[in-house]
């Protein structure tokens, strides 16, 4: 039996897991190498997260 999603709960809000989206940016350190940082986002905030 398949179990139902929860739901998150922000500032107040009943916001469903379905609008959010896994976004991936690559942070140059200081040695010059690439790591890459994982974070959810809102999908509605994704290109003013990724402007940043």
């Given at each position: 039996m398949a179990?139902?999603?929860k739901t998150?709960?922000?500032?107040g809000?009943?916001?469903e897991s379905k609008?959010?989206?896994k976004?991936?940016?690559?942070?140059?350190?200081?040695s010059g190498n690439y790591s890459f940082?994982?974070?959810m986002v809102l999908k509605d905030k994704?290109?003013?997260f990724?402007?940043?």
């Open positions: 179990k139902a999603a998150a709960i922000k500032k809000e009943v916001v609008n959010y989206s976004v991936i940016r690559a942070v140059k350190t200081k940082k994982a974070n994704v290109k003013d990724l402007k940043k």
